[in-house]
């Protein structure tokens, strides 16, 4: 059992930044893929980034790539997103999430991932 606990979001005006957090505990956090998704409501979770526990390899969605950067502290089992030049669109509730280091080819599918926090607001204002 691994539980996450995301933190960092808030309300911020277009251009401004934000760090989020994702905590892990409740199993080692090496070996796994660590994972950025966000939803609004009505609409599907959407990919934003991923990173390799053992060698920090990254992955973007095209519509975060050169604003976000996701990293991870292995040592305080944390991974981040730190967002940038935020817009309107990059509103919803960001999730992270779990994948096993051998499924890493379906970083990208949200339904691959085996365990989800509980989720951070982020609104980005006009």
């Known amino acids: 059992q691994v539980q996450l606990v995301e933190s960092g979001g808030g309300a911020v005006q277009v251009g401004g930044s934000l760090r989020l957090s994702c905590a892990a505990s409740?199993?080692?956090?090496?070996?796994?893929?660590m994972g950025w998704f966000r939803q609004v409501p009505g609409k599907e979770r959407e990919f934003v980034a991923a990173?390799?526990?053992?060698?920090?390899?990254?992955d973007y969605a095209d519509s975060v790539k050169g604003r976000f950067t996701i990293s991870r502290d292995n040592a305080n089992s944390t991974v981040y997103l730190q967002m940038n030049s935020l817009k309107p669109e990059d509103t919803a509730v960001y999730y992270c999430?779990?994948?096993?280091?051998?499924?890493?080819?379906?970083?990208?599918?949200?339904?691959?991932?085996?365990?989800w926090g509980q989720g951070t607001q982020v609104t980005v204002s006009s």
């Open positions: 999430g779990t994948l096993r280091g051998v499924y890493y080819f379906y970083r990208r599918r949200w339904g691959k991932y085996e365990y």
């Open positions: 409740g199993r080692t956090f090496s070996g796994y893929t």
């Open positions: 990173i390799t526990t053992t060698d920090g390899t990254a």
